[in-house]
């Protein structure tokens, strides 16, 4: 078994813990998945590995494996839901200028509509 870091302080920790409530769309040994609480689309949902780490730059550091692991589950959830022929945007904030407000790497998973190119 994998050894996974928690914070105690994270919140996306405590919503794989079950502490927080959350709407779960797919769960495995690595992954939780579940629906963001401001939807910016139909279909808007956050990838996060159970192993605490704070942004992409460092799990690819740390444990690249958990790259793979992400995106799996986002390959399962897009042909579960259906919309891995119709398409979906993948978006993963890092820092102030990218926007990121929490610090537990987490995919964005958008679909459900037309997105603008950027
Ligand atoms: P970031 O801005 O760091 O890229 O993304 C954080 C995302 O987490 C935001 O889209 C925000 O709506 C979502 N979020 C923050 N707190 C919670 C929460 O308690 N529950 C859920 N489901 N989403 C949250
Ligand atoms: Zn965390």
């Known amino acids: 078994m ?22 779960k769309v797919l769960e495995n040994e690595h992954i939780y998945a579940f629906k963001d609480i401001t939807p910016a689309a139909p279909i808007h949902v956050l990838f996060v590995h159970r192993n605490h780490c704070k942004n992409i730059n460092e799990m690819v550091e740390k444990n690249p494996q958990n790259i793979i692991d992400v995106f799996k589950a986002i390959k399962e959830f897009s042909e579960k839901e259906g919309i891995d022929q119709s398409g979906f945007r993948v978006i993963s904030n890092i820092g102030v ?12 998973l958008l679909a ?5 190119n950027l």
């Open 2 to 23: 994998e050894n996974l870091h928690h914070d105690d302080n994270c919140i996306f920790c405590k919503i794989i813990k079950g502490e927080i409530p959350s709407q």
């Open 97 to 108: 200028d990218g926007g990121q407000t929490v610090f537990h790497t987490h995919f964005h």
């Open 112 to 116: 459900g509509k037309k997105m603008r």
